[in-house]
């Protein structure tokens, strides 16, 4: 799980003086163990993944508006934290798994089409990026009229 690898990690950095580290993921750990409080219960990696993702995006709406100087922390900072995403969906691999689902004759709705394709991307221990998906699944569904 991503959490443990996180904790695993603070621990580490902790044993190595790096304190910047500690400082980051343990913010990180806060956020998750936060939402896990919440929920009353452990989130899974698909939910940890979307807080590390918000983490991401923040930091790079931040990045659009910081000084040259700070652009390399924040980048490192991101690196960070995007280190521990999964892999990502290719456009490829989108585009030949709407290909099949297609061909197999299943429901060609927009709607029914991504959530199968978040179940496939969670299934195969990827992240889904939506806007991308979208993109991709109406251009196909569009082609195929």
């Known amino acids: 799980m991503i959490t443990q690898e996180i904790r695993k990690d603070i621990l580490a950095a902790r044993k190595n003086g790096n304190r910047l580290i500690v400082t ?3 913010t990180l750990l806060g956020e998750i163990q936060k939402k896990e409080t919440n929920k009353a219960a452990e ?7 979307g807080i590390i993702i918000s983490f991401v995006n923040n930091l790079t709406e931040l990045m659009k ?3 040259e100087d700070q652009i390399p922390v924040l980048e490192e900072e991101k690196n960070l934290y995007s280190s521990y995403l999964p892999k ?13 689902y297609l061909q197999s004759g299943n429901d060609s709705k927009m709607g029914v089409l991504m959530n199968s394709l978040k179940k496939y991307a969670e299934d195969n221990d990827k992240i889904l ?17």
Request: hydrophobic residues 30%; negative net charge; aromatic residues 2%.
């Open 129 to 145: 990026d939506g806007k991308m998906a979208s993109e991709i699944v109406k251009r196909i569904l569009n082609d195929k009229r």
């Open 65 to 67: 508006n910081s000084s």
């Open 43 to 49: 989130l899974s990696d698909q939910e940890v993944s």
């Open 24 to 26: 980051r993921l343990s």
């Open 88 to 100: 990502a969906l290719s456009s490829e691999e989108i585009s030949n798994y709407v290909q099949t």
